[in-house]
């Protein structure tokens, strides 16, 4: 694949993942986001295995797959039966309206873009005109998490911020070594599994995933 198609192609899909989070930062369903988490997961595995294929970085071929199985099939199947389980049916609380959530987002990537300038000028990579991108990606899910009032949706924004971080890697330097990369897929696992256990518990004790009530029990 030539350089060429390759940068219009990645740029292509960085462009996907920014409509994506722009998507989740608007949605008010849960399985509608989790279902746009895991998307977002399968346009950057597209996207790390055609930087591998055009710079011949063998670890990025482990980094796709590792990507492809975790972010689109067992994260995404371990959120859909915790809803199942909790029976969550809700649409996703906000702590401002979404029209000035999505004014603040655009804030952000702007921001983002003049923030990565001096970095992308000096990076090296093919990839390099798309750092603006994922730094937008991950204050996008930052912002996700901030103006969610239920668990699982920040859950999932913080999930995304680990897209958008590993996806700046990917810009910057080509990704992490593939021993930082599958030791940050195991904290994530077990951390996903804590999580459920966590809101089982919530769920016990308030009959609401809804954080407030955390909140609430700090104080007192």
Do not use: C
């Not at 986001?33 to 930087?51: H, K, P």
């Not at 000035?100 to 000096?122: D, E, R």
């Not at 009032?149 to 911020?161: D, N, W, Y």
Request: net charge positive; glycine share 4%; hydrophobic share 60%.
């Amino acid at each position: 694949m030539s350089a060429t198609l390759s940068g219009q192609l990645i740029n292509l899909l960085a462009a996907l993942l920014l409509l994506i989070s722009f998507a989740m930062l608007s949605q008010r369903r849960v399985l509608s986001l989790i279902n746009l988490f895991a998307w977002q997961g399968l346009v950057l595995s597209i996207s790390t295995l055609v930087v591998a294929m055009t710079t011949q970085q063998q670890h990025l071929y482990y980094s796709a797959a590792l990507t492809l199985v975790l972010k689109v099939i067992i994260l995404p199947w371990i959120l859909h039966r915790l809803i199942r389980k909790l029976n969550v049916k809700w649409d996703v609380e906000t702590l401002i309206n979404i029209p000035a959530t999505m004014l603040v987002g655009i804030m952000l990537v702007i921001f983002a873009f003049n923030l990565a300038l001096p970095i992308t000028q000096l990076a090296g990579t093919i990839t390099r005109s798309t750092l603006g991108i994922a730094i937008a990606i991950v204050l996008l899910s930052f912002l996700m998490m901030l103006t969610r009032r239920k668990a699982i949706p920040q859950v999932i924004g913080f999930l995304a911020m680990e897209n958008g971080l590993f996806f700046a890697a990917t810009s910057a330097t080509y990704g992490m070594p593939l021993v930082v990369e599958l030791g940050i897929a195991l904290d994530v696992l077990v951390g996903m599994f804590i999580l459920g256990i966590f809101f089982f518990q919530i769920r016990e004790a308030f009959d609401s995933l809804d954080l407030k009530h955390m909140e609430k029990l700090k104080d007192e």
